[in-house]
């Protein structure tokens, strides 16, 4: 690093005061930040990267306790931003130190106007009034690159896409001039496109501005292009430090290979993808070269029997309501397309296209408009009343995206696998339910000892294991996979893509798997079809 630094870590540590005692969440943290210097830190979930950030600007809750040294660079004077107060932490915050979140939804105020949120801050921090702020909010607008700016600040944050409110959130992180930019995953929820779009335009500006970005992801694939250096966490640790194209090039650390070798990208669709304890335990030590793998098969022709036909399939939403203005928004418009029995069809397409819609369209989760047909043999599923659905439900079920919320924290992990199967009459007795679900368990590899544990007591990916368990607990034939893997970490997300794999073998599964991720949708899926705007293409 040439520059000067903005940013000191010097042994540091966090952690937290709880009724078990005390628990470390980031140890010895060596580590400096440059001024104009783009920084990553990379890690699992756990692994005390937003804890981090968040130490920076002292958002951390009162049970947080610091160790060692964090100091901010100012000419030649050292903050210590863990020992001043809070009057003076305060003006840190968005002046010096901006912040960048994950979910732009849950960070920008639902019922404030963006433009006025921007100018709230420019009032706050810079002094200025109602009408220099409000010329200089539709500034930042422009540069954030959003189209016609006068017009985006008059609006609310729902009435964005989600590549538009991180653009806005950007404008407001940006507005203050501050020297240290923090991204806190900042393009996980967005596509692939979208992402993209968002690391160049935080490039162009740190450029500009001569900003340090300090920017947190659990994906190394983001990077290459970004990135001066990477930062590689481990539960709490720093396990290697070094420029990008090394990190790249020569991994020192196994983990840090793994990071980089379990992207699907990188094998060809049904390959075994690796995982962290294949390079922990030693049995893998190698990086794959990328290869181009069987694409997957875009037209459709029959190769199989058809087990879905679905034909105009249409979903539209009603506008009326409190902020409504009348009419209806068609949301899938005459899908026409075929899944055969047997096979894992993607389905791809931006965010707001359709995606999450037509799966549940399918499933009958959402209604279909009158002449909407889903075929499975002579049955016209789209046209069955909720009663009529009941004995076919058993046969089609659902994995969502978040294992988190879709999961009752009130229910145990074999309480919730069970629940199915009483409402379906599977099993004669509780014992012989109990039986199965341990089976189900043993199914997905989590531990026998799982059943009697709750939610919170769970990982991730093991959560995200209980509800393909629950899904399969009515011995399905159809499984749709709503984002199921997007919100894993890279190496969790191979888990379970290989846990995927062997159950549709294992029970002859037919699949439908929504994803925006090309890269997993083009190493898990046999065929690939696309919907933009409501409308259905091959992909």
Known sequence: MNSSPLLTLSGFGVS?????????????????????????VVGESGSGKSVT?????????????????????????????????????????????????????????????????????LRRHRNMNDAEAR?????????????????????????????????????????????????????????PDVSQSILMLLRELQVSRRMSILFITHDLGILESVADRILVLYRGNLIESA??????????????????????????????LP????????????????????????GNEKRKPVFLDIRNLTVTHSRNGLLGSGGNTVAVDKANFSIYRGETLGLTGPS??????????????????????????????????????????????????????????????????AEPMEVHGLGGSHAERQEMVRTLLESVQLPADAVNRYPREFSGGQRQRIGIARALALKPEFLVCDESVSALD??????????LNELKSRFSLTLLFISHNHEVVRYFCDRIIRIENGRVFPG
């Open 16 to 40: 937290f005061r709880s009724e078990y005692g005390s628990i470390s969440a980031v140890r010895d943290l060596n580590a400096v930040i440059g001024k104009g210097e783009w920084v990553a």
């Open 53 to 121: 950030a968040l130490s920076i600007l002292r958002l951390l809750p009162s049970s947080a306790e610091y160790s060692g040294k964090l100091l901010l660079h100012e000419g030649n004077k050292e903050i210590s931003l863990t020992e001043i107060p809070e009057s003076e932490i305060n003006e840190v915050r968005g002046k010096k130190i901006s912040m960048i979140f994950q979910e732009p939804m849950s960070s920008l105020n639902p019922v404030i106007r963006c433009g006025g949120q921007i100018a709230e801050t």
């Open 490 to 499: 890279v190496s969790v997300q191979a888990q379970i893509l290989n846990l």
């Open 135 to 191: 010329k200089e909010a539709i500034s930042l607008l422009n540069q954030v690159k959003l189209p016609d700016p006068e017009n985006i600040f008059h609006r609310y944050p729902h009435e964005l896409s989600g590549g538009q409110k991180q653009r806005v959130m950007i404008a407001i992180a940006i507005s203050c001039n501050p020297s240290l930019l923090i991204c806190d995953e900042p393009t996980t929820a967005l596509d």
């Open 275 to 298: 995982v962290v304890e294949d390079f922990l335990s030693g049995s893998l030590t190698k990086v794959p070269d990328a290869t181009p793998g069987q694409q997957p098969n875009t």
């Open 352 to 417: 707001g296209s359709g995606k999450t819609t037509l799966g549940r369209a399918i499933l009958n989760l959402i209604p279909a408009a009158p002449g909407s047909e889903v075929r499975y043999g002579d049955v016209n599923l789209a046209a069955l009343s909720r009663s009529e659905w009941k004995p076919f439900r058993k046969k089609f079920q659902l994995i969502f995206q978040d294992p988190y919320s879709s999961l009752n924290p009130s229910m145990t992990a074999g309480q919730l696998i």
């Open 243 to 272: 420029p990008t194209e090394s990190i790249y090039k020569n991994p020192k650390h196994p983990y840090t290979r793994a990071l980089l070798a379990c992207r699907p990208g990188l094998y060809p669709p049904g390959t075994r």
